[in-house]
């Protein structure tokens, strides 16, 4: 499955327009400290996390995580917007909690 069907499939509001939409996600990652995502996360995966500062950018872009996603709503700076844009990195956010995303991003990439 790649990013864009997953936006759609669980009605992510995208961020950062088309930016890696047609990239396969391997799998996913949650975890709002960056260390450890610099020691965790796999290449190709999604990231759920709270944080919305111009560092994630540098860990997606280290880890070549194919976007974030950010729960609750939160708000992210346009700064950081268009930063990611230019990266490459794209930015999703949803309503529901890091938990709840977790799951339904789990379960939609497991039924294929």
Same mark, same amino acid.
């Given at each position: 499955? &790649?990013?864009g069907q !997953?936006?759609?499939?669980l009605n992510f509001?995208?961020?950062t327009g088309d930016?890696n !939409?047609?990239?396969?996600?391997?799998?996913?990652?949650v975890?709002? !400290?960056?260390?450890?995502?610099?020691? &965790?996360a796999?290449?190709?995966?999604?990231w759920?996390?709270v944080q919305?500062?111009? /560092?994630?950018?540098?860990?997606?872009?280290?880890?070549d995580?194919?976007?974030i996603?950010?729960?609750?709503n939160?708000?992210?700076? /346009? =700064?950081i917007?268009?930063?990611?844009?230019? =990266?490459?990195?794209?930015?999703?956010?949803?309503?529901?909690?890091s938990?709840?995303?977790?799951?339904?991003?789990? /379960?939609s !990439?497991?039924r294929?």
């Amino acid at each position: 499955m &790649n990013l864009g069907q !997953l936006a759609h499939l669980l009605n992510f509001e995208i961020l950062t327009g088309d930016i890696n !939409l047609e990239k396969v996600i391997k799998g996913g990652y949650v975890s709002d !400290l960056l260390s450890d995502v610099i020691a &965790n996360a796999e290449e190709d995966s999604v990231w759920i996390t709270v944080q919305r500062h111009i /560092n994630i950018l540098g860990v997606a872009k280290l880890k070549d995580i194919v976007g974030i996603i950010i729960p609750r709503n939160l708000h992210v700076e /346009n =700064e950081i917007i268009e930063k990611a844009k230019t =990266e490459g990195i794209a930015i999703l956010r949803d309503s529901r909690s890091s938990f709840e995303i977790a799951g339904l991003v789990y /379960n939609s !990439l497991t039924r294929d």
